[in-house]
């Protein structure tokens, strides 16, 4: 019979995708007059996040117990490998010790597929013949005077024609970003799926970068946060991220009526800036 603890851990796969659900498998092998309980949900389990705690029935044969629990768990770190290793306590009469399994290591998927360095452009040699009907001449001569006549036109009042055209155009994409808000943040509650999720992400953050003229869409949700002032916008962002990359479902009403706020803001940031700048032309 066994006299001594054994506590072994493993991933149950050796890779995994930001945020994907994975197994860790957490065994030990012990006397059976020994009392040995495993970690719970207070347990810090940094850098991963758990997600769910499975525990199978103690098995005893010959005097020795075998147990086993798995933690389903996610990592939201960009690190190449995390590593972890949790503990298993003995306790006893007036003390307790602790064993601890060796590392376990996840590498980090990454999703992105290889660039080629030099595009590869197919060739065409294939003419069509196009035949001459106009007068070019003429009409040439037509779209010189109608050139000159804009340009000139143009060059005197191009900063206020710039200015206007800008506006209509920042109008334009905030009523067509309300619109496919709401259908967004309708399909989500409705669905609470992960592609839904990942379409209303996608769509704030295009927004903010084109009004911001931010590199929005390359920083994680934290940077997001820290570039734009407001750690409130990160934690919007992460309670919808948990869909995507965890699976869990949740309340995210307060998350997106946060979010669109923020846009409505810099979107009367935006407008108000460029009207001031008419107004000094």
Excluded: C, H
Excluded at 38 to 61: A, G, H, Q
Excluded at 106 to 114: H, R, W
Excluded at 220 to 240: H, N, P, Q, V, Y
């Amino acid at each position: 019979m066994a006299q001594e603890v054994q506590v072994n851990a493993y991933f149950m796969q050796d890779s995994a995708k930001l945020g994907e659900r994975v197994g860790y498998v957490l065994k030990a092998q012990y006397p059976q007059e020994k009392q040995l309980i495993f970690p719970d949900s207070t347990f810090d389990f940094t850098p991963f996040e758990l997600l769910e705690k499975k525990s199978f029935t103690s098995y005893t044969r010959d005097g020795v117990t075998e147990d086993s629990v798995i933690y389903f768990i996610s990592n939201f770190e960009l690190d190449p490998s995390s590593y972890l290793t949790l503990p298993v306590y003995e306790l006893s009469r007036y003390d307790s010790i602790t064993y601890f399994p060796l590392e376990a290591e996840l590498k980090l998927k990454l999703e992105l597929d290889s660039i080629p360095e030099q595009p590869i452009f197919q060739e065409n040699n294939v003419y069509q013949s196009i035949e001459k009907k106009w007068n070019w001449i003429l009409v040439g001569g037509i779209a010189v005077v109608i050139l000159l006549i804009l340009g000139a036109f143009y060059w005197m009042f191009a900063d206020q024609i710039k200015k206007i055209f800008t506006e209509q155009g920042i109008k334009r994409r905030w009523g067509r970003f309300q619109k496919r808000w709401a259908q967004a943040t309708a399909e989500l509650e409705k669905e609470n799926s992960m592609e839904a999720a990942d379409e209303l992400l996608g769509l704030w953050k295009g927004y903010i970068e084109s009004i911001t003229n931010l590199p929005v869409k390359e920083w994680t949700s934290s940077e997001i946060g820290e570039k734009l002032g407001d750690m409130k916008i990160f934690s919007s962002l992460r309670a919808i991220e948990m869909i995507i990359y965890a699976g869990k479902k949740s309340e995210i009403k307060e998350a997106t009526d946060y979010l669109l706020q923020v846009a409505k803001e810099k979107y009367f940031k935006k407008l108000s800036k460029n009207k001031n700048a008419r107004a000094t032309v």
